[in-house]
């Protein structure tokens, strides 16, 4: 008698405090897609309202959860009308919706539409790093910041991932969404940002200072160059008598 089949491991749950809502945290902790699409939205936008939109998108597509094949298919404009319904899941809804769907249709392509399989397999930090700045959407920061979130909020530990990580997989650092365990370490990672921000604005302006141009001294008159003259103790002759 042959073994009865068994049915696939459910995806771990891990608690994620990013949206600062408990649905939202809740489909974070158990999707991979949504995490990436929660990452791919994290920008120009505060980090709870980047990472409630997948779990807005999963509501208004009448589901629980993301699928990458139903969002690489839908019409380019429904989808963009989706992101755009007020409150809308981006400050900028329609440029969003087109990565969202690039996103979608590149995991469709490269791992059959399971988002954890970027990283399920991934033997080192460094080739996890690759295959993250891969992805539509997202460049060597925010595939760093992703890969220390997977590291220590996901378990996620492929040998040197801290150090592929960068300055976001430091222990004890408050720099990113990787750093997120609840209201206090958001309010000090918020911190951290504004500071960043305050400095590289300090830097522009020292910069943009040392680079301005010496003002172009006025054209001096023929009276008044005499009149140097005399000053810086030349010869200054008298009028002829007659």
Do not use: N
Request: glycine content about 10%; some cysteine; proline content about 8%.
């Amino acid at each position: 008698m042959s073994p009865a089949p068994q049915s696939p491991e459910p995806s771990p749950v891990h608690e994620i405090h990013l949206a600062q809502h408990p649905e939202a945290d809740a489909l974070l902790g158990r999707s991979p897609l949504a995490a990436l699409v929660g990452m791919l939205l994290d920008q120009q936008v505060p980090m709870e309202w980047a990472f409630s939109g997948p779990y807005t998108i999963a509501s208004r597509l009448g589901g629980d959860d993301l699928d990458a094949h139903g969002i690489a298919v839908r019409d380019p404009e429904e989808f963009a009308a989706l992101l755009s319904a007020k409150p809308a899941v981006h400050r900028y809804p329609g440029s969003m919706a087109q990565r969202v769907q690039q996103l979608c249709r590149f995991l469709v392509e490269e791992y059959g539409g399971d988002a954890g399989a970027v990283w399920a397999d991934a033997a080192t930090g460094e080739e996890l790093l690759a295959r993250l700045e891969a992805l539509p959407g997202f460049g060597r920061q925010k595939a760093q910041i992703f890969l220390a979130l997977l590291g220590k909020r996901y378990g996620v530990r492929p040998e040197g991932w801290r150090e592929a990580a960068g300055p976001y997989g430091e222990r004890g650092s408050y720099r990113s969404a990787a750093d997120i365990t609840g209201p206090e370490s958001l309010a000090k990672v918020r911190a951290h940002k504004q500071e960043m921000k305050a400095a590289a604005k300090a830097a522009k302006t020292a910069k943009t200072a040392g680079a301005a141009k010496p003002t172009t001294p006025a054209k001096t008159t023929k009276s008044t160059k005499s009149a140097k003259a005399g000053e810086g103790g030349g010869t200054v002759k008298s009028p002829r008598a007659d």
